[in-house]
């Protein structure tokens, strides 16, 4: 299934034992495509939602982002006061901006990526994620800006093994990373420990489900994101997902197609000078502010 070329792929998709879940014209295909920001759209997308922002209608909208029923009868809930490491985790977390430019350490690296989407039954294909038919089409790739006893560089996260293949070693060059993604939220990126791009390929779902496995893809790429950060959290370690990244640049730095395999979300990870704490979490600055 990995690895198939276009041809063979739609001649295996169009076998009639694939009728009706088969990709017809690829839908998610083309929503990808028409969704990918480039610097130009990614310009006018940022004008269009600062203008949005400072809207009516967008205060409207975020005022209260609660559905309310005003009529219905109502059942009251007991009061939740988050208990123990894991609830104090989740109700902790926080996008974080500022970063102190301490490192991390191997060993908490080796953590984020295995407690993420590694293989946690030996000789299985299971991770702590829940998989749309188990077929775990994501990809997890690192810039590593400061982390103790590993070369700057970029790596691939090699699941079967456990490891990193050095995609390119070298300390990144931020003006390229500039280039890449929108680092403008973040106080100084130079700060930050590292960069995880969680990607994915996409047949690995779509061959089986058609485009309705897109869906799955994204679903389980949220899941992907909630561990990273709040494994990261327990650990010390701030991060931040970025919508905004220039899909073709990114896909070249990351030595992936960008049709097949495409960049899903970047995090930016650094140490906070925040104590995570579960009664009074603190807030780093909002963007723009
Ligand atoms: C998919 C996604 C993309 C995001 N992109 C950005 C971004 O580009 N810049 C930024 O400053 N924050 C970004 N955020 C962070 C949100 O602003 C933040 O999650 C939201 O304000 C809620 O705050 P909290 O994460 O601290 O709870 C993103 C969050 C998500 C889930």
């Not at 759209?41 to 209260?64: I, M, P, Q, V, Y």
């Not at 430019?101 to 407690?115: H, Q, W």
Request: proline share 7%; charged share 25%.
């Amino acid at each position: 299934m990995l690895g198939l070329d276009r041809a063979t792929f739609r001649k295996l998709t169009s076998s009639r034992m694939f009728e009706g879940v088969r990709l017809k014209s690829s839908l998610c295909e083309i929503f990808h495509e028409n969704t990918k920001l480039t610097p130009l759209s990614g310009r006018t997308a940022g004008a269009l939602s600062a203008a949005f922002l400072r809207s009516k209608a967008a205060h409207r909208l975020t005022e209260a982002p609660y559905k309310q029923y005003s009529l219905m009868d109502r059942e009251d809930l007991p009061t939740i006061d988050p208990q123990g490491e894991f609830e104090e985790i989740l109700v902790g977390r926080r996008s974080r901006r500022l970063f102190t430019g301490e490192s991390a350490t191997r060993e908490e690296l080796a953590k984020l990526l295995y407690l993420t989407y590694g293989r946690t039954a030996p000789g299985g294909l299971f991770r702590p994620v829940a998989s749309g038919g188990g077929l775990y089409p994501l990809e997890l790739y690192i810039t590593v800006i400061n982390v103790e006893g590993l070369e700057p560089g970029l790596y691939h996260y090699n699941i079967e093994d456990h490891c990193l293949d050095a995609v390119q070693r070298g300390k990144p060059d931020f003006e390229e990373l500039n280039e890449l993604l929108w680092l403008q939220d973040i106080e100084d990126p130079e700060q930050a420990t590292m960069i995880v791009y969680v990607t994915a390929i996409l047949q690995r779902s779509t061959l089986k489900y058609g485009d309705r496995g897109y869906r799955l893809v994204l679903f389980e790429a949220g899941e992907a994101v909630q561990n990273l950060s709040l494994v990261g959290h327990s650990m010390g370690l701030g991060s931040l997902p970025l919508g905004g990244f220039m899909d073709n640049p990114l896909s070249e730095y990351l030595r992936i197609d960008g049709v097949d395999e495409v960049p899903l979300v970047p995090l930016v990870f650094g140490r906070t000078p925040f104590q995570p704490s579960a009664k009074a979490p603190t807030s780093d600055p909002e963007p723009g502010e």
